[in-house]
């Protein structure tokens, strides 16, 4: 074998190592990076519930501030008939 040859055998096991090593690599950071995405996306859904609670208590005050309001509104036209 003469020293290109070598050279070349080389670099192919070298390319062929950092194949390796990379899916090896993603093999153990896809599991962290899964967690965290997960985790991030649950965050998100507890601060969109927490949202829609707080929505959802505004309305109702909203709307027994106005059916207060309009039944003291009918009541006082009924008197004034």
């Given at each position: 074998?003469?020293?290109?040859?070598?050279?070349?055998?080389?670099?192919?096991?070298?390319?062929?190592?950092?194949?390796?090593?990379?899916?090896?690599?993603?093999?153990l950071?896809a599991?962290?990076?899964?967690?965290?995405?997960l985790?991030v996306?649950?965050?998100?859904?507890?601060?969109?519930?927490?949202?829609?609670?707080?929505?959802?208590?505004?309305?109702?005050?909203?709307?027994?501030?106005?059916?207060?309001s309009?039944?003291?509104?009918a009541?006082?036209?009924?008197?004034?008939?």
């Amino acid at each position: 074998m003469d020293s290109k040859q070598k050279m070349a055998a080389a670099g192919a096991g070298m390319v062929a190592a950092g194949i390796g090593l990379s899916i090896a690599g993603v093999a153990l950071i896809a599991p962290a990076v899964f967690g965290w995405a997960l985790g991030v996306v649950e965050k998100c859904s507890e601060r969109f519930g927490d949202e829609i609670e707080n929505a959802s208590k505004r309305v109702g005050t909203v709307a027994g501030t106005l059916r207060r309001s309009f039944n003291q509104a009918a009541r006082t036209g009924r008197e004034a008939s």
